[in-house]
């Protein structure tokens, strides 16, 4: 693999999956000022899945462009968590309407982003797989399958799993409940 | 609220500014003290006035004020009234068959409806669900019981009216979900029965929830919450009827169901009956079937919900469900020949947004949020069964309501309004407005809010982040202008706070 990618395809991918994630977004809430609903109901299903798709299946495209790409792993990583952390950090300023910075920066620890850190897992081990597939294409001499992209997809998916098993996500949510009136109180 | 014109000498020299300020300082600083306007109930038309007694001409006020005075006094020589108390969770306020709703099925609630009297105008003062519960419990408003939001501790300062009950020889139950921050359950001693759970911050679990019965942990015995806990109620209400006549007590049940609180799951024969239904009618357009986003102000604020529709239907059978179980206590009460002493209420502990205003959740002042479903039957009060009244009443009523009704005097420390005078006859005033507040509650995206409710009007103003909110509920009841920079919206703030000022 060529560890000396180029900026252009490090963050080319990004880019793409950004624009598509703000357009969907924009065409999405937009599209509820329309009134006329068959024209509103459409639109609001297709970009809806289009923006959903981005964000959480984005960093799939993302990892095996930059893998592909000959980006070293700390690169990629960080190409790959941008969006979803664009994302969640939304949520975060949207939250300060309602409360002081430091509140809503343990926003961040919420259970939403373990399931996305568990995602993330999975896909940067799948992204590996398909990356080695398109350079072996390429002529490319790679082994495809090793331990570290098939623990990474088998231990997120045990977690992501075991946290949807354990509660539906409603423990964790308990548990970082918990660890906020831990550290605020009641917040009031 | 009566909606007089100012006098020019009030208009002048008190602008919007001046009216905001003193409703702000009003608000804020002397919440104990406000004066929200209360009418003299207890006069000339009460049901037990013995002025009216002999009267030979009666018009229709009067022959309903005669009925009610003769079926009290039918009970009086009785026992106590039994009670049962229910209460749901995050039930929109026209989700019931009774309610006009298009397809959800609640024969109980209907019943309930057909052979008492539902109420069209309730609210919850603090939408959110451990300081609604708090206020069914005191009859107080939250900043008087100190349940602020879902984080803050339950302290007992305030006396229930289950503890009062007691007192006054009321065998006690709490049964369900207590739902109050704090160590565990609180020490209720006074209680005969408390049966509740403290799994998932006190949520429980629609499935195999364990359980707490008096202070041991137990499994549950039945898959479906709402089964386990109606059980359990009805055991105790066996339980006081085995007792020998003479010992028996009269009871106080008070029921707290999980439905409708999400991860909606209901049980098998429920889940998946409403698959087919048109919940177009119900859900608003902004909405659309696959993905819809919650928005405006909630937590996960663009996240996909998945079929939104099909929430909504989830909801649907979950509050079935509880219904389905509700028809358990009812034949309960009617095959042991309690329902001529017995009050029946159900509830629901705050309202729900479904996309109403872009929004999702229970928290925001919006009118779909602090309504609350309320439907009771209690036969020897009402002279008029199956018809709806639209006085305003709040959660903080119930406490005193049945404390009037079980004949205990009430305590000064409410500040609720007992309901007795308006059931026994739909003729009497209600309350003119009501106090809104609203303490932050992370992760929810909702500034602290407090204002004021009338018949008429709403005034918010929010702690931080956004302008203050003024409609007028009867040119605008789906709250979509805000009165607020309009010439129209000054005079409205100056007259509401002429009453805050009274």
Redesign the interface.
Known sequence: MNSRGSQQSLWKPVLIVFIIALLSYIIYYGSRRIENQSLHQPLAIVFGTIYFLSIFFGPLFIFTSTYVGGHPFRKRLLATVLIPFLWMSKDVILLMESHPFLECLYWYLNPLTVWMICLLAIEMGIGTLLGRILLQRRGQSTKVVSLAPIAAIVLGAIVFGGIYAWGQGENLFSIYLDGYRWIFGSGI | MKSTPPSPSNHRGYNRRDALKLMGITLASGLTTLALSRIERHDNSAPNNPSLQNRTSLDPDQQIERQISTNLGTLSSGTKPNIIFILGDNHHYETMGCAEHPFIHTPAMDQIAREGIRFGNTFSPTPLCSPSRASFLTGAYAHKHGV??N???WTGQMTTFLEYLSDHGYATAFIGKWHM?GEGLPEMPFLDRFISYTY??G?G?YFNCPMIVDGQEVPSRKPYITEEITDYAIEFIQEQLAQDEQERRPFCVYLAHRPGHP?FQAPEGISGMYDTADVKEVLP??V??????K?N?N??????MGSYYNQYRRYCETLTAMDRDIVRILDLIDQKGLRENTILIYMGDNGMQWGTH?CHGIREPYEDSIRLPFILRAPWLIPDPGNLRQQMALNIDIAPTLLEVAGVPIPEDMDGESLVPILSNPNVQGRESFLLEF??????????YHGIRTEQYKFVEFE???EPWLFDLQLDPSELKNLMDSEEGEQILNELSSIMEA
């Open positions: 602020k939001n984080h803050t501790p921050p998932r911050e949520q679990a991860p357009d902004v659309d079937p696959w993905w819809y986003g928005a102000r937590v996960f604020q663009g996240i996909m872009d303490w932050r509650y992370f992760p929810e995206n909702t500034p602290s931080r982040g956004r």
